[in-house]
């Protein structure tokens, strides 16, 4: 029991969606949520009643506070989230339908997050009674300042024996700070146990495979130039329209070096895609947390991943209950009385 | 003309839904509709111009006044309704997308109907001009008192020759005042004409058949334990996500000891589907009041329990020309200008 | 450059609509929208960076302005719009779902527009600066007045040499004055270089050919009719549901006196179906003003057309680089970071 | 308890309201109303108990419906309403606050009850139970046919024996159909036996005095030329801001030739003032109908009238106790467990 | 530093709202609200800081746990709630507008806090850390258990050295349980130091003095009854109308046999006034933690309760700094850029 | 006519205001409005038909465009509106009540319009019709290339003949680019003919006199410093409450050198205050454009300003004839029908 909280690193921004599927040039309002892609991972294992913390910079003002105290409901420990800088970083949403694409305006320069310093986090005393440590491709992305917070912790992490693993989802948007990510990727995967990453995500940050090649042979890549790899995993994505996906999890295993695929589950009438791939990495590590068998592991990931569409803003507001009837394969929508 | 009024008698619930697709855990709003099985099937004759009333308890404060005043912008006769006990019962609705069923939370104990004495109704008045009256099996469910309601009605109706039918719905939920439903719905059985029964509520509830079992071997014992019965009613439903069904009505008539199954009619793109049975069982009565062919008003019913799913709230606020069309087999959804 | 200017004539509506899937029955707020067939092109023109003005009448008063200055953020030129009369025309709109289709309340008789005196608009000065003089068959349906004006400005479209069309679209609810469309609309076709029929508009307006009558025989007889003509444009749209339609254009052209079919493209999940067809015309005038190929431009008006369909409102508020992207065959709807 | 129905006759208008402190030019959406200066009157009186009806014209279609249902959850008799001609008046408001008045801007010609024929209503089956009729001076200032069915119904009426009450309130904005108000009311007044009617209304509409002239001399003048006239009302409304009003009541009775003053009250923060001066007219007929002396009927008038200002919409959905409670002095808004 | 924890014990009602000004009568949605007088006064003073927790029952389902976490976001500690029973309490209010006063319906009977067992409350550990215990006299009023805990917690409290504080408020519609207030609860007053008790109460409950008499009069009556109290506080409130009130707070101290009276503070343009009182006593609380001078406490506790009056929902969602702010006499409501 | 378009430079900025009086910590929606202090002078100007035109930069993405869109359905003309930077500087709004303040959070810094560099605007295109331009305090706070843009057209103006208006409002949370504002304003002040500036701006902006002093004196000392001054105005705003102000205006003219003082108006009932002194500025503007003598200009600038303060948003929806009648002493808000 010791040990055992899950820690995560990584930015909090506050999400102003336009109502229905209106488009951004026509909403009035602006409905709030606040989402991040890391703590949007130990949230759902804090909800499904995992001990779990996120570490992140807030500003000191009353939308800093309404931020870390959105997640408090979930109860996820926002005792180590540090209240500096000017702003919280935001992004803009629109909601797309059947071939209009979700389109998303981001505003998260400046942020609190990007510009606190490396030794605002004592990580220390926050990964002292942790086991594992989760980042993503993303902080590294936003700043040095950033980068050199995750190294830091990463490096304790090891240290320490925690399980670290990474989202190395490569966003092209971001790495404006001087650095490319086949510079920076590298030393932080060097550290992971655990990474989510795609062939695309390898070519594009460490030059290995093909965007597109085969999964197997990607991984095989990846672990000879990571070899404290563990696992390694990827969803593949169906996309038949805005509102309409399928999903299929894939996980390779050191132990085996084998890839396992879970079963491909529909996605109709998707409510809110965005955290999907999130809960997916939530999944994973309940899974590995409640020590379930590795199929089983992936096939909760991907069952959580899913029921995360069905749902508006970027937590996975569903229980475990919820996700074992999915993964049992009750996809009916049956109705609860 | 005379004794024509349909009759019925049963709670009357407020609703109150978490909007959009919000779970309850998400609502900062409810959305107020008012609703019960048995008013939903005289409300739809009422909105169709048949002569209908319903029969219930309500608290005498804003809320009970409420909800009696909510039913006669549908032209229900709410003459019969009595003030009387503490409360109105509640069901919280969180609607499902896709893979997520629509959930529903129950706050319905100690209500004004389920507290309300048999004396409370004064039966001869209240059938004295109708034709028909309808219960369901969630009223005998609920609380003693209601149940004695029940039977001296149905007993009254027997004796002043109206029809009486039953929707026997098993609710696995209610049945909490010490009795089971196979020592109950018997005694009302007995009295019934016509009732909606499915298998899985035949093996519930008379022990009579296995769930699942063919709907034509069902009749035949439901028959032979209860020879009053003139017409036996049920529906498949394929549910292919919370979004998406399909509904096929079958009917046994004593007359013919044979089952008429109605055309299959997708239900894509569903709204609400709470009031789905109800609707069915309102559009067979009307087809029977109407002196439709059997398979027309079977046909009738499914049209009819379909167009609910296209409507928000408890109550089928489709006109009988628009059921008209779907049987005519226009499922189109075209533009009408 | 010069005279390059589209400039339409015709009705702006005020559209008052329930919210979500409600009934007008149903409906305790409208949500506010304007359009009007002819508006709705250059609306669209406009937005694309077309130059483009729409001229109509409005009463003065705060709703007849609230209409025009709704039009401004999309860069249309209302100065041409006059103000006189007593009301703005509205339309009431419930938006259906599945089996159950959308349905239109009108109230717009007696207009501002439809009561105007031709001699309000100074089409002189007006089309000066034009190359293209758009209107439908819905004006001369409204009014004599209406139908004056549009004779007027047609030929003197025609004799300024501009290129006049026309979406002849026979709405059975209007041609309330005293005319019968066989009256007056040839009198129109024949100042027109592109008109949009379809096999039941000729049957309809013209008494030439018969209702579902293929296309390219339907083009000849106009053609032999109206010997000004230069293309003839109409769609085909399969109704699966009121949520679901399939889309494919065809244009005839004199030049070859073939009919081009453009691909089929699939409508899943329709937010707003009202303006899909005036968003074809304005997609293939765009391709005309930007010399697309004939083939192309028809790809071009398809695609912007299914794109309304994701569009809540009138108006189409879709870029160019949106429609170009659905016309190189990306329908995947994949989310936009 | 025979012959006792109050009945009124007059237009039902859709109101549509811009939300909060908005002004109609920045309305996104219209809050959905409907009431009637007439109609108010009676829905009040059904509303506390008194059996009443009203008569009107509405369109058949889903908005003349939804009026014509709204009445009936308050116990209105509606069963007199006619569905011909072609739409519903309308009338758009916004709210005003401090020194920035309420607006509305009418949308109300060619409505079906300005169009509906004088034979649409059956008198005699209408007023055959009926003691008290009730109009106002809108009705025959909308059209002929309009002002002929008030007076063939004021005939009547008075033959019959009903109390007939006139709120002769003029509308410098209608009588539009050919007829000054000075040709047409001095022939219903001399049917009436109870009228609201100011200086500035006694003035216009009969050339009686001069506006803000005392009211006593008023009503000599008026009951000089009317001698059927035994109650003349009107109030004082001192307007500090527009939500801020103070309101007095007057009554002029026959029988003593004597006017009346209630106290004076105070009415601060204003809901909605629309149909205060209905709820004035509701709460003296109250009075009248419960036998209550002059003095405290006045006072109840304005009670009723001051507690509609605290409504939304034109009815007053207020309590017979609430009002009474108002009269006994209690204007503390004490919070009620 | 140690045993610093102010804990609450009471009833956690859902509170669901009409919206605006509306009436229950005509609402279509509610908004959703947590509150209870007892955790009202912990939860102000866990968001201004002081370390604080709340003890309640709350069924154990989707909206007995949304009740939990909605009071996280504030700090308090909720690791004591029981989740047992059947049902959240429930209270429905509309807000009134000048004349016309709020309104509360109640639905709580038979809530899990209700049907709770005393056993259910490890009051030893509960009370371990903690420094003061706070009821009201709202607790014992609503069923034997619920009294019984409060006496097993106040008896454990005084005899851990906690100061004990009871909010004695006589509310009328409870004490259905078959016990009078007189006999239960000077019962829990004889463990009390500090106390908020009116002469209404005093009267109704100990039948101590007259309603209306002088209130430090009242407390020397308590006094002697009651040796134990070092404290008694109330309020007096002006009630000009429903959005207008003015309050005085009155404290009485054993250490001096004064009554110190706070300045009287102006409270215009109510937004919510449920909670005002719970404000004051957390105020009071405040001030006693942070060691003020009496007066400065009494008059912090009074500026809270009117800060109260302009924050939605039962929370003061203050912060210390704008309780002081106005406590230096700053009623401007100047605008803070 | 020629050169008679009035000029405004400064940012626009996004405000998303939480709904009704909640606060921001407890908003689930923001409304979104748009305004900055210059463009709410031009954008009042051009609604109320003077031409106008203001300049700014905006990013160009969704939210960049919709900003500069939503100044058109003013006819304000945006043509200058450069398209750069990264972000929309955003304002945060809860609205106070009674004796609590509203409060804003600004998001403002590295907006396009503070990043934007001088050469960005063509100046001498931009002025080239212009016969006023107006900047604020706020412009040369924000940024160095903010104030050299400023200072380039300031002096290009005074070079075109323009009269330059200068509200220097000192913003004491701006000034963080280096340089303090009595070392920046001078410089811009001393290119002014008209400027609104009080006792305290005049304190910590140019160190002449003292807060508070009279109004008179301090006109005197800004004179002898910056002797191109013609026109100097102020404001008396008593704050009763949030919701309750009084206006006076002050104008110091050269040519008298006299105080003039405006009637004092009341504002009860403040619905938004924000954008009141910017109305002010407008009101003025209009009066010395229209010729108004100088009392009447000031009038009719407080007239402008108090109604401002009923409407939602930046700017200021009422039209001329509104702002005259409350000139006339019109402030009982009597309804408009």
Redesign the interface.
């Known amino acids: 029991m010791q040990k055992s909280k899950i820690v995560s690193f990584g930015e909090i921004m506050m999400r ?1 969606s336009a ?14 949520h606040f989402g991040g892609s890391e703590a949007n991972v130990t949230t759902a294992l804090a909800h499904w009643g995992v001990s779990s913390a996120h570490v992140t910079s807030l500003p000191d ?3 800093g ?2 931020a870390a ?2 997640f ?4 996820l420990d926002t005792s180590h989230i540090a209240f500096n800088g ?3 970083g ?1 992004y ?1 949403v ?1 909601k ?12 998260r ?2 942020s609190s997050f990007s510009t606190a310093k490396p030794q605002t986090y004592p990580w220390e005393t926050i990964l002292a009674n942790a086991s594992w440590f989760h980042i993503t491709g993303i902080s590294p992305a936003i700043s040095e300042t950033a980068f050199l917070a995750c190294l830091e912790a990463c490096t304790l992490a090891n240290k320490l024996g925690l399980k670290v693993s990474i989202d190395v989802g490569y ?1 092209s ?1 971001l790495w404006q700070w001087g650095k490319s990510p086949s510079e920076i990727m590298p030393q932080l995967v060097a550290l992971a146990h655990t990474i989510v990453c795609s062939s695309w995500d390898s070519a594009a940050m460490f030059g290995l495979g093909e965007p597109g090649q085969n999964f197997a042979e990607i991984c095989a890549l990846l672990y000879k130039r990571f070899p404290n790899l563990q696992q390694i995993l990827t969803t593949t994505r169906t ?6 996906n399928q999903l299929t999890g894939h996980l390779w295993q050191a132990s085996t070096g084998q890839v396992l695929d879970s079963p491909t ?7 809110d ?2 955290g999907g791939g999130d809960a997916f990495m939530a999944g994973y590590i309940y899974g590995v947390v409640k020590q379930m068998p590795a199929a089983q592991a992936l096939h909760f990931a991907v069952a959580a991943s ?2 995360k ?5 970027d937590i996975n ?2 229980s475990v209950a ?1 996700v074992q009837n ?1 993964v049992q394969g009750d ?7």
Chains 1, 2, 3, 4, 5, 6 share one sequence.
């Open positions: 102003l109502q229905g599927f209106q488009r951004l040039a026509q909403a009035q309002q602006f409905d709030i003002h009353a939308l506070h309404k105290n959105y408090k409901q979930f109860d000017e702003r919280i935001i803009f629109e797309g339908s059947g071939v209009r694409p979700t389109k998303v305006v981001y505003d320069s400046h966003r948007n996309q038949l329209s805005a509102s309409h589950i529909d996605i109709p009438d998707i409510v895609r965005i899913v029921l569409h069905t749902i508006e803003g507001q569903v919820e999915l996809a009916s929508g049956r109705l609860n009385r």
